[in-house]
């Protein structure tokens, strides 16, 4: 038996208004509440992902693991180019290392790689 319905997740950053306005962006999901310390963006049924600000942050240094990614978040999309064209319009960046052909890696505007993914 479950205990919960789905787990939050929490990212920290730099920013967290404003790495919530890109995801929320992203998702087409809504910003809840937003402040200099938190910011919370949820889907209509109910999926929460929270931004933490943290003072000293330290963006990861995908591939490599000197700063390491801790976690990443993959994004399933119809269409890699027009989500990629997407993504780059919201803030992101596309990462030189692209390791795969099904899947495209970016990094968020606080530096956290993340995936586009085919269906």
């Avoid at 399933?76 to 390791?99: I, S």
């Amino acid at each position: 038996m479950a205990i919960a319905r789905f787990p939050n997740v929490v990212i920290d950053c730099p920013d967290p208004a404003a790495l919530a306005e890109f995801y929320s962006a992203l998702l087409d999901w809504k910003v809840e509440k937003s402040s200099q310390e938190w910011a919370t963006i949820r889907a209509d049924y109910g999926q929460v992902i929270d931004f933490q600000g943290v003072e000293a942050y330290t963006a990861p240094q995908w591939p490599g693991q000197h700063v390491p990614q801790q976690m990443h978040l993959d994004v399933v999309v119809d269409d890699l180019d027009v989500a990629e064209q997407a993504v780059l319009g919201l803030g992101a960046t596309k990462h030189d290392h692209q390791p795969g052909t099904t899947f495209r890696v970016f990094l968020d505007p606080a530096g956290h790689p993340f995936c586009l993914c085919l269906s």
